[in-house]
């Protein structure tokens, strides 16, 4: 079953804009990580935040973790045709897996 | 640095068929994962490796999939009868191992099974 369940499915905005996703997961974590996927393609590993951590930056992206609330939230700022694609949250345990939500569609506009 | 290659990249097969799938990791990574994807969904984990040894292969549906890591390097995954409902992308990845948390994917093998 999926740990994390990504919230919106799809989001549409223009060039320029700043785009939010959430995403909620149900048991204790190690870590959480965002993962993109390009179409037909794999996924490539954006940003690692750590339980103990409630906010990191790398670049354009903005990662939060809200352990209480068992919620993460991932910003992109200024986003870029480029940006689209489907991003997904994955949890992590002591064993090195990902459990991975059902992604964000993210579509921006030129 | 080379990344994570798959092969075949599209496979075409008929419910009952078998199919094998082929997995070079990243040079020096010990850990190896295969991932079943449906379409609109996330990624889900079918089998851990580590080096040659399997970590946890609990959500493998052993009566028709199997894998294997024999020299702790490439991997094979195969499917002995297929069934409709395998249709997927089948990502591999890997890691450095037990100090690393960040995984690294192949392209994936989309099989679709008629």
């Known amino acids: 079953s999926q740990q994390g369940e990504e919230d919106p499915q799809a989001l549409s905005i223009q060039e320029g804009e700043n785009a939010t996703m959430n995403c909620s997961y149900k048991t204790s974590i190690n870590n959480l990580q965002w993962y993109r996927q390009n179409s037909g393609r794999g996924l490539v590993h954006l940003i690692l935040?750590?339980?103990?951590?409630r906010e990191k930056h790398s670049g354009r992206l903005r990662v939060t973790l809200d352990t209480s609330k068992k919620s993460s939230s991932l910003l992109i700022t200024a986003s870029r045709a480029a940006d689209t694609a489907s991003y997904f949250c994955a949890t992590d345990n002591s064993a090195r897996q990902l459990t991975f939500g059902s992604g964000t569609q993210l579509t921006v506009l030129p | 640095e080379a990344g994570v290659a798959q092969s075949p990249r599209y496979k075409i097969i008929e419910k009952r068929q078998s199919v094998a799938f082929w997995c070079n990791p990243i040079s020096g990574h010990a850990t190896l994962y295969w991932y079943q994807q449906i379409l609109g969904q996330g990624p889900k984990l079918l089998i851990q490796f580590q080096n040659n040894g399997v970590v946890d292969d609990s959500q493998l549906p052993k009566d028709r999939f199997s894998a294997e890591r024999l020299k702790g390097v490439d991997s094979t995954l195969k499917i002995q009868p297929a069934k409709l409902e395998d249709s997927a992308v089948y990502l591999c990845a890997s890691s450095l191992g037990v100090s690393s948390n960040t995984q690294y994917f192949g392209p994936g093998t989309r099989l679709t099974v008629l």
């Open positions: 935040i750590r339980s103990n951590e």
